[in-house]
């Protein structure tokens, strides 16, 4: 909104006015005092109507005055808060915000309806004129206040919906802060990841994983580099923090590879030397079942008879998966060789799991064949010290402790009675025995949760 005012001038007809005077004073003084009534009232220009009709003038100037500085407050006030609006739906498309710009729109159309008014009315009037008269001048004056008191109430408008910005234009400002510096943050992790891969790639290592994963984020930099008014504010912070933990993922992973191979070559020689070792002691199986055969009933040796056989598959897959996982480290191609290298170290340790259960089974059946009294007061000490637990601080103990205390007894009674006989089953007697102290160890564990629950 724009108005023109321009300040009074002398005129042509004032300076004619003048000129007159100054002629007349050089005729007779008879003629002078015919002519100077007519140059003065008639002279073509101004009719002085005395002082009442300037102070009209000056009061009607005074209400144009005030009318422009309401003006200019206004339309500086509108200029200061369009760049807030902008501000705001730069950055946020919440409803919120969406509402604040269709409000300070409907605002735009009130300050372009009172401009209108003030720009008529200092139109209307030209206070400047010689002969304005004094009903004009006041006219001018009360068309002029009243524009001035619109402007005045869009103001006050327009100061109330400024204020009511304060959450709105705050976060949006901190968004505005984040901007660059998460710009420029991202480019510098795009930076040290580019330079983290080129020294790996100097050390003989190809990372091609890596590189292909840095290429992917070059659109993602072009988007950056295009910058938020073309992209969105929320948009480029956004795109700036997942290029920035994409990079320093990169960096990271690029600054370990020389040790993650290191790790590779070295898992590779350690596996190899474990199944190197396995297959010397599968070899000793078959001599342990032959001992068990012999001392001991079918149940004590049944479950192991496969462990030979199977021990010798799980060695050949284990050597077959080494070679995939050492031309996997060749290739450079580092989750395969890790990935093989994990299918190794299970089948080793599920070999090495069977081949050791042999030799613990017959140690174990040695034991309680030679003397089951030791198992039996182990068994009978666990049964005792939950049933003390149970009993503590109570006449009897709760049914859901008691009940399989009892059974865990009758259980183990059940496994002694067992023994009795010419080739007693020494085997199931002893997983009788570790499932009778489970039973135990679990009211114990029961018992003790409760009673710390409840104090």
Same mark, same amino acid.
């Given at each position: 909104?724009?108005?023109?005012?321009?300040?009074?001038?002398?005129?042509?007809?004032?300076?004619?006015?003048?000129?007159?005077?100054?002629?007349?004073?050089?005729?007779?003084?008879?003629?002078?005092?015919?002519?100077?009534?007519?140059?003065?009232?008639?002279?073509?220009?101004?009719?002085?109507?005395?002082?009442?009709?300037?102070?009209?003038?000056?009061?009607?100037?005074?209400?144009?005055?005030?009318?422009?500085?309401?003006?200019?407050?206004?339309?500086?006030?509108?200029?200061?808060?369009?760049?807030?609006?902008?501000?705001?739906?730069?950055?946020?498309?919440?409803?919120?915000?969406?509402?604040?710009?269709?409000?300070?729109?409907?605002?735009?159309?009130?300050?372009?309806?009172?401009?209108?008014?003030?720009?008529?009315?200092?139109?209307?009037?030209?206070?400047?004129?010689?002969?304005?008269?004094?009903?004009?001048?006041?006219?001018?004056?009360?068309?002029?206040?009243?524009?001035?008191?619109?402007?005045?109430?869009?103001?006050?408008?327009?100061?109330?919906?400024?204020?009511?910005?304060?959450?709105?234009?705050?976060?949006?400002?901190?968004?505005?802060?984040?901007?660059?510096?998460?710009?420029? /943050? @991202?480019?510098? =992790?795009? +930076?040290?990841?580019?330079? !983290?891969?080129?020294?790996? &790639?100097?050390?003989? #290592? *190809?990372?091609?994983?890596?590189?292909?994963?840095?290429?992917?984020?070059?659109?993602?930099?072009?988007?950056?580099?295009?910058?938020?008014?073309?992209?969105?504010?929320?948009?480029?912070?956004?795109?700036?923090?997942?290029?920035?933990?994409?990079?320093?993922?990169? /960096? @990271?992973?690029? =600054?370990? +590879?020389?040790?993650?191979? !290191?790790?590779?070559?070295? &898992?590779?020689?350690? #596996? *190899?030397?474990?199944?190197?070792?396995?297959?010397?002691?599968?070899?000793?199986?078959?001599?342990?079942?032959?001992?068990?055969?012999?001392?001991?009933?079918?149940?004590?040796?049944?479950?192991?008879?496969?462990?030979?056989?199977?021990?010798?598959?799980?060695?050949?897959? @284990?050597?077959?998966?080494?070679?995939?996982?050492?031309? !996997?480290?060749?290739?450079? &191609?580092?989750?395969?060789?890790?990935?093989?290298?994990?299918?190794?170290?299970?089948?080793?340790?599920?070999?090495?799991?069977?081949?050791?259960?042999?030799?613990?089974?017959?140690?174990?059946?040695?034991?309680?064949?030679?003397?089951?009294?030791?198992?039996?007061?182990?068994?009978?000490?666990?049964?005792?010290?939950?049933?003390?637990?149970?009993?503590?601080?109570?006449?009897?103990?709760?049914?859901?402790?008691?009940?399989?205390?009892?059974?865990?007894?009758?259980?183990?009674?059940?496994?002694?009675?067992?023994?009795?006989?010419?080739?007693?089953?020494?085997?199931?007697?002893?997983?009788?025995?570790?499932?009778?102290?489970?039973?135990?160890?679990?009211?114990?564990?029961?018992?003790?949760?409760?009673?710390?629950?409840?104090?």
């Amino acid at each position: 909104m724009t108005a023109t005012h321009a300040r009074p001038q002398a005129g042509a007809g004032g300076r004619t006015a003048v000129r007159d005077v100054l002629g007349l004073m050089l005729l007779p003084l008879s003629l002078l005092a015919a002519a100077l009534p007519a140059a003065v009232a008639g002279g073509g220009t101004r009719r002085w109507f005395g002082g009442r009709g300037e102070g009209q003038r000056a009061d009607a100037q005074a209400a144009k005055d005030a009318a422009a500085e309401a003006f200019y407050e206004l339309d500086s006030a509108q200029r200061d808060l369009r760049i807030s609006i902008e501000t705001i739906t730069a950055v946020d498309s919440s409803p919120a915000a969406r509402k604040a710009a269709d409000d300070f729109a409907a605002l735009g159309r009130r300050i372009d309806e009172a401009s209108h008014a003030y720009i008529t009315a200092v139109d209307a009037h030209d206070l400047d004129r010689d002969d304005l008269e004094p009903a004009v001048a006041s006219r001018a004056r009360t068309e002029l206040t009243g524009a001035k008191d619109e402007l005045v109430r869009v103001k006050a408008e327009l100061d109330r919906f400024a204020q009511g910005l304060g959450p709105l234009l705050g976060n949006a400002e901190t968004q505005l802060a984040r901007l660059a510096p998460a710009v420029e /943050r @991202a480019r510098q =992790a795009l +930076l040290g990841a580019s330079n !983290a891969l080129d020294e790996v &790639r100097a050390s003989g #290592l *190809r990372a091609d994983d890596l590189a292909a994963r840095l290429a992917a984020l070059a659109p993602e930099l072009t988007k950056l580099n295009q910058g938020a008014g073309q992209h969105g504010v929320p948009e480029t912070l956004q795109r700036a923090d997942q290029v920035l933990r994409a990079a320093e993922a990169l /960096r @990271a992973e690029a =600054a370990q +590879l020389p040790g993650r191979a !290191a790790e590779i070559d070295h &898992r590779l020689v350690s #596996l *190899r030397t474990r199944a190197e070792a396995l297959t010397t002691r599968a070899g000793s199986v078959e001599p342990v079942l032959s001992e068990l055969r012999r001392r001991f009933t079918a149940a004590c040796w049944q479950d192991l008879q496969r462990v030979p056989e199977q021990a010798a598959v799980n060695v050949r897959q @284990a050597e077959e998966k080494l070679k995939e996982a050492a031309r !996997a480290r060749d290739e450079q &191609r580092w989750a395969d060789a890790t990935s093989r290298l994990s299918t190794v170290r299970a089948l080793l340790n599920t070999t090495d799991e069977a081949v050791s259960a042999a030799g613990d089974r017959l140690r174990r059946l040695d034991d309680v064949a030679k003397d089951p009294q030791q198992e039996i007061q182990r068994t009978r000490f666990a049964i005792r010290d939950a049933q003390r637990l149970a009993m503590a601080g109570r006449n009897t103990p709760e049914p859901r402790h008691a009940r399989p205390l009892d059974d865990a007894v009758a259980r183990l009674e059940r496994a002694i009675a067992g023994l009795e006989g010419r080739h007693p089953d020494y085997w199931h007697f002893l997983t009788e025995t570790e499932a009778v102290r489970r039973t135990a160890a679990r009211v114990v564990s029961e018992i003790r949760e409760e009673r710390g629950a409840g104090g």
